[in-house]
């Protein structure tokens, strides 16, 4: 999918936790040859290519991950929308260059945005297109369910205390040696350090971030993330990053973006109304100074780190 994984497993006998962790890793192979934009030969190319002509079957597990993109599609109100394809390539985030389309090429892209022209029968597995040039992106979501699937390996396989990470989509099973949890850096949005904070994940958890500082493009002294807002057709604006803890991977990601879309009035609200996600969201601020609202339920597990003090004003909801 284009980026990196790795495996973490706590074990006094690496010989058959090396075969295990290498079962496991494979999984993240066979997820890439279904759900990946990054080749024309995945299973979501081959929809793209054909849906738009006629309804066709999708592969079960593309079609569970295709139904769980569409539920929170519509809990967020449109914010998450795994039709926004067309704008990512149009701004070169799929395919490439990076560049600022013209007005023109944006909006023929956001023309072929809208779930609402996606037809999906979650019984039947049927996919239909309504416009010639739609297509679905599960990048937002399919990470998160690649890390559950590979940490469900890892547990098949007696695994009991590990951290699958997907490009800091987490998932924590048990707890590393020593500790009662996994302690794992928030990356600095704007990249002036490693880390800003560090949060606790506990066993079953997953995590996500989404944020701007690996994918962007920079003109006229501004920066774009390739975070799309589907809502307007182009990158989402008003929070430069948003993390979020949930009961898995797959829920942490697809949230993470979609609160990230919503922007910091909506996506804080949204935050407080869910029972199943706790999110850290990050609005850019004057002088240096940027806002962490950070949901109350994880009071007790964020810590600032010290040399971030002075770059941060941290609220809670």
Do not use: C
């Not at 299973?43 to 066709?56: D, G, K, L, P, S």
């Not at 795994?82 to 023309?111: K, N, Q, Y």
């Not at 809208?114 to 996919?127: K, V, W, Y």
């Not at 690649?146 to 987490?170: I, K, Q, W």
């Amino acid at each position: 999918m284009g980026t990196y994984a790795s495996i973490v497993v706590v074990t006094s006998d690496s010989v058959r936790t090396a075969a295990v962790a290498t079962r496991a890793m494979a999984e993240f192979w066979r997820i890439d040859s279904l759900m990946s934009n990054w080749t024309t030969t995945s299973e979501v190319a081959r929809v793209n290519r054909v849906a738009a002509r006629a309804a066709t079957p999708v592969e079960p597990e593309v079609a569970r991950v295709i139904d769980a993109a569409l539920t929170i599609g519509r809990q967020s109100e449109g914010a998450f929308d795994i039709t926004v394809e067309p704008l990512v390539r149009a701004w070169g985030f799929i395919g490439g260059p990076r560049h600022v389309p013209s007005d023109s090429a944006a909006a023929a892209a956001a023309r072929l945005v809208g779930s609402s022209r996606l037809h999906f029968d979650p019984a039947t597995r049927l996919l239909r297109f309504d416009r010639d040039g739609m297509r679905i992106d599960l990048g937002g979501i399919a990470k998160g369910h690649a890390v559950d699937v590979v940490a469900d390996s890892l547990r098949a396989h007696g695994v009991t205390d590990a951290l699958v990470n997907l490009s800091g989509n987490m998932l924590a099973i048990g707890r590393p040696a020593g500790r009662e949890s996994w302690r794992i850096g928030v990356r600095d949005p704007r990249d002036r350090m490693p880390y800003f904070a560090r949060l606790d994940l506990h066993s079953g958890e997953g995590i996500s971030t989404s944020a701007k500082y690996e994918q962007f493009v920079a003109q006229n002294g501004r920066t774009y993330g390739h975070i799309m807002d589907p809502r307007i057709g182009r990158p989402a604006d008003g929070l430069i990053g948003v993390t979020v803890i949930a009961p898995t991977a797959m829920i942490a990601d697809g949230w993470s973006t979609s609160l990230f879309v919503l922007g910091p009035v909506d996506g804080v609200r949204t935050a407080r109304e869910r029972a199943d996600v706790a999110a850290i969201l990050i609005q850019p601020g004057r002088d240096g100074v940027d806002t962490a609202w950070v949901e109350s339920a994880l009071r007790d597990r964020f810590v600032l780190e010290p040399a971030a003090q002075p770059m941060f004003h941290v609220v809670y909801f």
